[in-house]
């Protein structure tokens, strides 16, 4: 009972003291993990499968759940265009913002790691907005810039275009607000990147100049080999991020999904399926959902990564 | 614009290994290579060095002007914005955040800490399973979770308190700083548990004579993470949080958008620039840890 597993050590099996030792722990173990045990069950397992249950459940907070069967998914799927604008509003999103991002924070990744002097200083200036994106100060700043008398308008007026245009009032643009903010928080792939960049051995490089390849090709047939599994690392990461975008689209959208809901991501909608209708059920269902396609692209994403990650030590 | 032939200290692999006869071409992509990353800082950085230029102008002057330097340099936007309407400061919103970043921090130190060294030091039953799991939550969207978390609470009647955003954290919900703990106790030489276990040092003992005080650096890069995630969290604290006394600063920056016209510009942007100010400082005061905190986990998980 104390001991299920087979001791990684193996080596050490056989001496009488590491045995002694290792065998009285499965309490200590218990006492060691109560807490994340009782977390686990309380407040992540628990409430996972319990919003399975409501999703299928129409329950408004006051009376008790009523079973609807998929009714839920039905409406959502079929029946409201508004979700359907929501998913439209997130994919373009993601797949528009992160590719974005994770190109500019490889190209600076890149330009840093060439021996630039002050290199620190660089990587904390070109890293600022990364860390201050998420919070509703810099959402605030950006519903000025990009407001009629905003910032942007100013300076186009300064190079001698006149624009009136409210960027965030106007639905074609408005998306391309929210993207641009995540584009410039690309301090931190950049920083993963820059990691990575250092782990790549100087005797590629060497032999590579040796042969008379330029800097571009050695970009393409070293560098970028190199890293793929560090671009992977920051895809998988980035884009499970941007699906649950919500503080900067609710600040910039004023509350609610901006002109013509351009600005409604999936989660904003749920938020307001949740906490302003009181559609438990309904925003459990969205949730649910949200999982599984978060889930489904992220599994795609390791399958295809097959085809294009390069493991050296494979 | 001065361009430079020495290698630049740490790290400047593939420039030394330039034949010289490149030498003068070599000069000028490096002048160009500085005066893009000039121009790149300034495009960066023009928004938020504008920010703080419009907090210190007059309300006529933050709209239709671009420039940073204010004709007239005025703090009279921190002294309207620091005191609202019912008499309260701009205090109390970032006490309230701080106190509430603290105490996630508290937890995430204590409870995550102690999983880790479990997974990371002991055999126990279902180790690799729950060790899976707990990698499983690490991935898994709030959103999924917080709805009955929200019920609950609210059944609780915890609402309107920091509870639901504090006590979670003192159950190792953050799972992701659990796993950088694994990785950093894994470095830990084992040798150094085992001196003590022959001193008589029970699991307990060693967690807390060998193991903590070796963990601190991990600590402290959970410390930090765990205060500007909570502290620029703006989810949670949106739907648990109502009362205006409670209010956090993403809360109350929010109040100054709702019904503004132009005039109260000055002192939203004053009061923004505020509230950047403790993760400004802490970044300051920790840049090396932040930056290896980010590249450590990016690389590892």
Same mark, same amino acid.
């Given at each position: 009972?104390?001991?299920?597993?087979?001791?990684?050590?193996?080596?050490t &099996?056989?001496?009488?003291? $590491?045995?002694?030792?290792?065998?009285?722990?499965?309490?200590?173990?218990?006492?060691?993990?109560?807490?994340?045990?009782?977390?686990?069950?309380?407040?992540?397992?628990? @409430?996972?499968?319990?919003?399975?249950?409501?999703?299928?459940?129409?329950?408004?907070?006051?009376?008790?759940?009523?079973?609807?069967?998929?009714?839920?998914?039905?409406?959502?799927?079929?029946?409201?265009?508004?979700?359907?604008?929501?998913?439209?509003?997130?994919?373009?999103?993601?797949?528009?913002a992160? /590719?974005?991002?994770?190109?500019? #924070? =490889?190209?600076?990744?890149?330009?840093?790691?060439?021996? !630039?002097?002050?290199?620190?200083?660089?990587?904390?200036?070109?890293?600022? @907005?990364?860390?201050?994106?998420?919070?509703?100060?810099? $959402?605030?700043?950006?519903?000025?810039?990009?407001?009629?008398?905003?910032?942007?308008?100013?300076?186009?007026g300064?190079?001698?275009? &006149?624009?009136?245009?409210?960027?965030?009032?106007? /639905?074609?643009?408005?998306?391309?607000?929210?993207?641009?903010?995540?584009?410039?928080?690309?301090?931190?792939?950049?920083?993963i990147?820059?990691a990575?960049?250092?782990?790549?051995?100087?005797?590629?490089? &060497?032999? $590579?100049? =040796?042969?008379?390849?330029?800097?571009?090709?050695?970009?393409?047939?070293?560098?970028? @080999?190199?890293?793929?599994?560090?671009?992977?690392?920051n895809?998988?990461?980035?884009? !499970?991020?941007?699906?649950?975008?919500?503080?900067?689209a609710?600040?910039?959208?004023?509350?609610?999904?901006?002109?013509?809901?351009?600005?409604?991501?999936?989660?904003?909608?749920?938020?307001q399926?949740?906490?302003?209708?009181?559609?438990?059920?309904?925003?459990?269902?969205? #949730?649910?959902?949200?999982?599984?396609?978060?889930? $489904?692209?992220?599994?795609?994403?390791?399958?295809?990564?097959?085809?294009?990650?390069?493991?050296?030590? &494979? | 614009?001065?361009?430079?032939?020495?290698?630049?200290g740490?790290?400047?692999?593939?420039?030394?290994?330039?034949?010289?006869?490149?030498?003068?071409?070599?000069?000028?992509?490096?002048?160009?290579?500085?005066?893009?990353?000039?121009?790149?800082?300034?495009?960066?950085?023009? +928004?938020?060095?504008?920010?703080?230029?419009?907090?210190?102008?007059?309300?006529?002057?933050?709209?239709?002007?671009?420039?940073?330097?204010?004709?007239?340099?005025?703090?009279?936007?921190?002294?309207?914005?620091?005191?609202?309407a019912?008499?309260?400061?701009?205090?109390?919103?970032?006490?309230?955040?701080?106190?509430?970043s603290?105490?996630?921090?508290?937890?995430?130190?204590?409870?995550?800490?102690?999983?880790?060294?479990?997974?990371?030091?002991?055999?126990? +039953?279902?180790?690799?399973?729950?060790?899976?799991?707990?990698?499983?939550?690490?991935?898994? +969207?709030?959103?999924?979770?917080?709805?009955?978390?929200?019920?609950?609470?609210?059944?609780?009647?915890?609402?309107?308190?920091?509870?639901?955003?504090?006590?979670?954290?003192?159950?190792?919900?953050?799972?992701?700083?659990?796993?950088?703990?694994?990785?950093?106790?894994?470095?830990?030489?084992?040798?150094?548990?085992?001196?003590?276990? *022959?001193?008589?040092?029970?699991p307990?003992?060693?967690?807390?004579?060998?193991?903590? +005080?070796?963990?601190?650096?991990?600590?402290?890069?959970?410390?930090?993470?765990?205060? *500007?995630?909570?502290?620029?969290?703006?989810?949670?604290?949106?739907?648990?949080?109502?009362?205006?006394?409670?209010?956090?600063?993403?809360?109350?920056?929010?109040?100054?958008?709702?019904?503004?016209?132009?005039?109260d510009?000055?002192p939203?942007?004053?009061?923004?620039v505020?509230?950047?100010?403790?993760?400004?400082?802490?970044?300051?005061?920790?840049?090396?840890?932040?930056?290896?905190?980010?590249?450590?986990?990016?690389?590892?998980?």
């Amino acid at each position: 009972m104390l001991s299920g597993l087979p001791s990684r050590t193996s080596t050490t &099996e056989g001496t009488p003291k $590491a045995t002694s030792r290792r065998r009285p722990q499965g309490k200590w173990a218990l006492l060691f993990l109560s807490p994340w045990i009782v977390g686990l069950l309380v407040f992540t397992a628990g @409430p996972l499968i319990a919003s399975l249950y409501l999703s299928f459940t129409d329950y408004d907070l006051l009376s008790s759940p009523q079973w609807i069967g998929s009714g839920n998914y039905t409406r959502m799927l079929t029946g409201d265009p508004v979700w359907r604008q929501s998913v439209v509003v997130t994919a373009v999103y993601v797949a528009v913002a992160v /590719p974005l991002q994770l190109a500019f #924070a =490889l190209l600076l990744a890149t330009v840093l790691n060439r021996g !630039i002097k002050g290199m620190t200083i660089w990587r904390a200036l070109y890293y600022l @907005p990364s860390l201050f994106g998420s919070s509703i100060a810099i $959402a605030i700043l950006w519903r000025q810039i990009f407001g009629a008398e905003g910032l942007l308008n100013n300076v186009l007026g300064m190079i001698g275009i &006149e624009s009136t245009t409210s960027w965030i009032g106007d /639905p074609h643009w408005s998306l391309g607000t929210l993207i641009l903010l995540r584009v410039w928080e690309f301090g931190s792939p950049m920083i993963i990147f820059l990691a990575g960049l250092r782990q790549i051995p100087a005797e590629l490089y &060497e032999s $590579a100049s =040796l042969d008379g390849a330029g800097a571009v090709r050695r970009f393409f047939s070293i560098t970028l @080999p190199m890293l793929t599994p560090i671009v992977f690392f920051n895809l998988i990461l980035q884009v !499970i991020n941007a699906f649950q975008v919500f503080g900067s689209a609710f600040i910039i959208g004023g509350g609610h999904g901006g002109p013509g809901n351009s600005m409604l991501v999936y989660t904003l909608y749920l938020y307001q399926a949740a906490f302003n209708d009181f559609q438990m059920g309904y925003a459990a269902a969205m #949730a649910w959902f949200l999982l599984v396609v978060i889930g $489904a692209v992220t599994a795609v994403n390791f399958w295809l990564s097959r085809y294009w990650v390069h493991y050296s030590d &494979e | 614009m001065t361009t430079t032939t020495q290698p630049a200290g740490t790290s400047t692999r593939p420039s030394a290994t330039v034949p010289r006869a490149a030498a003068p071409g070599r000069r000028a992509a490096r002048a160009l290579l500085y005066i893009v990353l000039v121009i790149g800082v300034v495009a960066m950085l023009y +928004p938020l060095v504008w920010l703080l230029s419009a907090s210190l102008k007059p309300a006529d002057e933050i709209f239709g002007s671009a420039g940073l330097l204010p004709d007239t340099w005025n703090v009279a936007n921190y002294e309207n914005g620091w005191i609202s309407a019912d008499g309260s400061t701009f205090g109390r919103p970032l006490l309230n955040s701080i106190l509430v970043s603290l105490g996630a921090v508290t937890g995430n130190i204590l409870a995550c800490s102690l999983a880790a060294f479990a997974f990371a030091r002991l055999e126990f +039953p279902f180790k690799r399973t729950a060790f899976a799991l707990m990698m499983v939550t690490v991935m898994l +969207p709030a959103q999924v979770t917080i709805i009955p978390q929200y019920i609950l609470f609210n059944n609780l009647g915890w609402v309107d308190t920091y509870l639901p955003l504090v006590l979670p954290k003192f159950f190792a919900v953050d799972a992701f700083f659990i796993f950088l703990m694994v990785q950093f106790i894994r470095g830990i030489p084992r040798d150094l548990d085992d001196a003590a276990a *022959l001193d008589g040092c029970s699991p307990g003992g060693i967690y807390l004579k060998v193991i903590l +005080p070796l963990l601190r650096p991990a600590l402290v890069t959970t410390a930090i993470f765990t205060f *500007l995630w909570t502290y620029n969290d703006f989810f949670s604290q949106l739907i648990y949080i109502s009362k205006a006394q409670l209010y956090t600063v993403p809360l109350a920056l929010r109040q100054f958008i709702d019904g503004t016209g132009q005039s109260d510009y000055g002192p939203m942007f004053a009061m923004s620039v505020l509230s950047l100010l403790p993760t400004l400082v802490l970044f300051l005061i920790f840049q090396r840890l932040i930056v290896d905190g980010i590249s450590t986990s990016g690389m590892k998980g």
